[in-house]
């Protein structure tokens, strides 16, 4: 492994494991002063992998360890996939969280990450002056179809005030582009104007 690595790349560039196993690629990759990639389906990325590659980093003196004076440092994030926010269709999946679908929204607008814990309202956040808003699975605390989810001038009202341009999503709305365009708002329709990607 640290032969194909050595052939294969520089000191700081990328490797990507996309079926990481048990780890070794990686592991050995981080010896190496690559940065790296992992991506593991089975449970042993949380119980195996990451156990192991946190000993790297803490100095494990395994493998080529010794040949390459392995001393320990650098580090790493761990991850887990959210659920799929689309089926196979491009609907979107009726089990889906407000707040997975959220984190999914704020990355295809923004570009940042917004955890999955973080708090639940109809405002996502504002980003570069604009506040993007959700408005799904009843967040304002009205399921029926034309409830919540639905921006009307009575659930504008009722939304957290933003002084600039305003981005929100929702299954529908019964006002006229004139009026969304006076007030700031480009409305986008779930589940058809989310992007994929
Ligand atoms: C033989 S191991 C790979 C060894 C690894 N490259 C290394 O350096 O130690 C194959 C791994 O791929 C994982 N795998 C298979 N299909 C996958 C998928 N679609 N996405 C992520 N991991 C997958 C399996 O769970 C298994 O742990």
Same mark, same amino acid.
């Given at each position: 492994m640290k032969r194909i690595i050595h052939i294969a790349s520089q000191p700081g560039e990328l490797v990507l494991d996309s079926f990481l196993g048990s780890g070794t690629t990686a592991a050995v990759a981080h010896k190496m002063g690559r940065r790296w990639i992992g991506i593991e389906m089975g449970e042993h990325a949380r119980t195996y992998c990451? #156990?192991? !590659?946190?000993? &790297? %980093?803490?100095?494990?003196?395994? =493998? &080529?360890?010794?040949? !390459? =004076?392995?001393? +320990?440092? +650098? =580090? @790493?994030?761990?991850?887990?996939? $959210? #659920?799929? &926010? @689309?089926?196979?269709? $491009?609907? %979107?999946?009726p089990e889906i969280k407000f707040e997975h679908l959220a984190a999914h929204i704020w990355f295809a607008e923004t570009g940042t990450a917004r955890s999955t814990r973080a708090m639940k309202s109809p405002l996502l956040g504002v980003h570069n002056g604009t506040a993007y808003y959700l408005l799904y699975n009843g967040i304002l605390g009205d399921k029926t179809l034309a409830g919540g989810n639905m921006l009307t001038m009575k659930v504008l009202a009722g939304l957290p005030e933003h002084d600039g341009p305003m981005v929100i999503y929702g299954e529908g709305t019964n006002m006229t582009n004139d009026r969304l365009r006076s007030l700031g708002i480009t409305f986008k329709k779930t589940p058809n104007d989310i992007r994929a990607r």
């Open positions: 990451q #156990p192991r !590659l946190a000993k &790297v %980093i803490d100095g494990e003196q395994g =493998g &080529v360890s010794k040949t !390459l =004076g392995w001393q +320990g440092g +650098g =580090g @790493f994030r761990f991850y887990q996939h $959210g #659920p799929k &926010v @689309f089926d196979d269709q $491009g609907r %979107i999946n």
